[in-house]
């Protein structure tokens, strides 16, 4: 019992002297976690690069997979890589021939002061690596874009079907005998890009089941039927032309006819603040789609009318660069409204 007493009673002077009841009390002050080091911080940035690079995919291939399931997405995403394809060889059968041009001057200029007048050098040379490299991107890129130009012509085979519907709804829905001009004006021109349409259509399959040698008959065969089949391929894009034609007749009414944006009274004419909120931001809505829509149909057909003209002439118009640039634009035009829709 006695060690369990103070040994004395005297309280100290100097507050610096820990007492005896004092110095038992633990330090609870609270000590900072510790800093992460650098391999934890970047196995951190990692795992959530990898993670949001996950996310993304999945998202973008559920879009995907929507943008295949209809045939004008289909055609819309082949059409853009088709013509960008054109391109790239294009670019790259230009690089080809200057590495080639290139290696010919090298030899010739080293041959000169060896050969006599008269003498003619044969030699076989190791083709470097990027040159063959390039030879065979030209080759496979030219391969497939083969394929899908041939694969696109062939789904429009039966194209005459979606036509006869889409003429069949157009006759079935009259205007009412009041109706503006705007819309007499837009009516005739859909029966005019109906029947360009029909025009194409018809003379494209007969002078594609030609080229694959479908039409047999005497005046599909032989000399007779080739210049048959070609005149068939110019006038189906001539018909192709006069579509893209009206289509841009079509789009110059519409902005030429478009309504003047709304007064505030007839703005906000509703029930409530409410009900005026949710019907702005609707008609905003509409206007926005709209207007988009129309700069959508003005590039496409603005980058394809170059191209209709340059498959109408015998000679054509373009050279292969310009074909693969103007089908660039004119399919992602149409590529960047079919992946809007997949949203």
């Known amino acids: 019992m006695e060690g369990s007493h103070p040994t004395t009673t005297t309280i ?28 934890q911080k970047l196995r951190f940035i990692l795992l959530k690069h990898l993670a949001s690079a996950a996310h993304s995919t999945d998202r973008n291939l559920v879009r995907l997979s929507k943008l295949l399931s209809t045939p004008s997405g289909t055609d819309a995403l082949l059409c853009t890589i088709s013509y ?16 080639l041009a290139k290696i010919a001057t090298d030899i010739a200029e080293k041959a000169d002061g060896i050969l006599l007048p008269g003498e003619t050098l044969i030699a076989t040379l190791p083709t470097p690596a990027s040159t ?16 899908i130009g041939d694969y696109r012509i062939f789904v429009r085979l039966w194209g005459m079907v979606g036509m006869y519907t889409w003429a069949r709804s157009t006759y079935r829905d009259p205007l009412p005998v009041d ?6 004006v837009l009516r005739s021109l859909t029966w005019a890009a109906i029947a360009s349409c029909v025009g194409f259509q018809v003379l494209e399959n007969g002078a594609y089941l030609s080229s694959k040698g479908v039409l047999t008959t005497a005046s599909w065969t032989g000399d007779v039927g080739k210049a048959r089949e070609d005149r068939w391929w110019l006038w189906s894009s001539r018909f192709w032309a006069a579509y893209v034609g009206v289509e841009l007749v079509r789009l ?9 944006p709304p007064t505030q009274m007839e703005e906000f004419g509703g029930d409530g ?26 590039a496409s057909n603005v980058a394809y009318a170059p191209m209709t003209f340059h498959w109408s002439m015998e000679q054509g118009l373009l050279s292969d660069w310009g074909v693969g640039a103007c089908g660039i634009v004119a399919g992602g035009a149409l590529l960047a409204d079919a992946w809007r829709t997949t949203v």
Not at 179 to 184: I, L, Q, T
């Open 132 to 147: 063959k490299l390039i030879a065979q991107a030209v080759g496979s890129s030219k391969a497939l874009a083969d394929i």
């Open 179 to 184: 109706a503006s001009r705007k819309d007499k």
């Open 84 to 99: 960008t394809l054109t391109l790239l060889r294009t670019l790259l059968s230009r690089l080809l021939e200057r590495k």
């Open 12 to 39: 100290p002077s100097d507050p610096t002297i820990p007492t005896e009841s004092s110095a038992s009390i633990p330090d609870k002050t609270p000590y900072p976690p510790p800093n992460p080091t650098l391999l």
């Open 273 to 298: 603040e409410k009900e005026d909120k949710i019907r702005k931001e609707e008609t905003l809505r509409k206007e926005q789609l709209g207007n988009w829509l129309w700069w959508k149909d003005l």
């Open 252 to 260: 110059g009414v519409m902005r030429y006819y478009t309504s003047p």
